[in-house]
């Protein structure tokens, strides 16, 4: 675990934890905050869920060129995250890892509880419980628009 978080995570968290109304609360940033408390097996997991549908031009561009070291030498299959990268991956690299997301394949963020309902470690923590809380939130909110 990332004992030492960065102040726009920490500054996230606070804001988070203020809000009255989980549908204010930013899906990136909580994803963020999660992967700054995860251990190294679930922040794997948890990064190779997100970087799916990331193809190598964005590899290179996101969080100033983070996960361009993800590249294949070949023939492009898709990056995977091996346990020894989420070493040198940051929760602010995640954040704006998260963002491109929320943007591209904002689906894969809808499907994070999937991901995380197998970790009770995961979902036992703060950033966890919020985010599963917004997703399915979110995620009622679009089977019942009213």
Do not use: C
């Amino acid at each position: 675990m990332n004992t030492m978080s960065t102040p726009p995570i920490d500054d996230a968290r606070s804001a988070i934890g203020t809000s009255a109304n989980a549908n204010v609360a930013n899906v990136p940033v909580l994803v963020a905050a999660l992967y700054d408390e995860a251990p190294a097996p679930l922040r794997q997991r948890l990064l190779n869920h997100l970087l799916r549908p990331v193809g190598p031009l964005a590899l290179a561009a996101v969080a100033a060129g983070a996960f361009a070291r993800l590249l294949p030498p070949g023939r492009w299959s898709g990056a995977q995250v091996q346990l020894d990268d989420v070493l040198s991956i940051g929760p602010d690299q995640v954040l704006d890892l998260a963002f491109y997301v929320e943007q591209k394949a904002p689906e894969m963020l809808w499907r994070l509880p999937d991901v995380l309902s197998s970790s009770p470690l995961l979902v036992g923590t703060l950033s966890g419980a919020l985010l599963l809380m917004v997703l399915r939130s979110r995620a009622a909110k679009q089977r019942d628009p009213r």
